[in-house]
């Protein structure tokens, strides 16, 4: 089992504060990663760090590719918390989920076959085959916030983030959300950051409790 991500003695914030001191984590291929803790207590700023976003202030993180070796990035899927999507934007729920897969394409190229067949499998994952061709702008929030959920795992990631996907998953889907969340743990390891961590408990490998500094907890 190769580890992907290691965070050793990491410090980081904004404007000269620290918002997280000394954090150390290891994420392994096959890792499900559950985070809790208090608004304010750095998890969102730990996943920054994570995705590259800031600079730790101290200590160092370094990514690990398919053979245990370092390297300089990973390829990670996010969600976010808030959707910045502009719902007056005219786009397709099939293009958001192909947009997932942009850096897999040169330039100015269309997709091939087998990157526009994984759009489709996404789509029918996502259980928005149906609404393929609508507008975003006509979707409920737990539509669109599957069809982000679609964007950020198309492209088979080798880590998946999740900030609080229950904030915008509605309950028809949340059974097929968690069992679908089962099957991209076998592919991708998972960070997941959630104030209501007990429907997803059971997929949890390892718990940890951020308010400055991180704790690892018992499953």
Same mark, same amino acid.
């Given at each position: ?31 499900? +990663? ?59 729920? $099939? ?14 190229? $269309? ?27 006509? +979707? ?15 492209? $088979? ?14 309950? $028809? ?47």
């Amino acid at each position: 089992m190769n580890k992907r991500i290691e965070m050793d003695g990491v410090s980081a914030g904004y404007g000269g504060k620290l918002v997280l001191q000394d954090i150390a984590l290891d994420v392994w291929e096959d890792d499900f +990663l559950g985070i809790t803790g208090p608004n304010g207590g750095g998890k969102t700023t730990l996943l920054k760090v994570i995705l590259g976003l800031i600079p730790p202030v101290q200590g160092s993180i370094r990514y690990f590719g398919e053979d245990g070796k370092a390297v300089s990035s990973l390829k990670i899927g996010y969600l976010p918390q808030i959707n910045a999507i502009d719902r007056k934007f005219p786009i397709s729920v $099939r293009e958001v989920v192909s947009s997932g897969l942009s850096y897999d394409k040169p330039l100015f190229l $269309r997709f091939g076959r087998a990157q526009k067949e994984r759009v489709e499998e996404t789509l029918v994952q996502m259980g928005l085959e149906n609404l393929a061709a609508r507008p975003v702008g006509e +979707l409920s929030g737990g539509q669109l916030q599957r069809a982000l959920l679609g964007r950020a795992i198309v492209s $088979r990631p080798c880590v998946l983030i999740l900030d609080e996907p229950n904030s915008y998953i509605d309950k $028809r889907f949340e059974a097929h959300f968690l069992q679908m969340l089962e099957e991209i743990n076998r592919e991708s390891a998972v960070i997941l950051v959630s104030h209501e961590m007990q429907a997803v408990l059971p997929l949890v490998k390892h718990l940890l409790h951020v308010d400055g500094t991180a704790n690892e907890e018992k499953v």
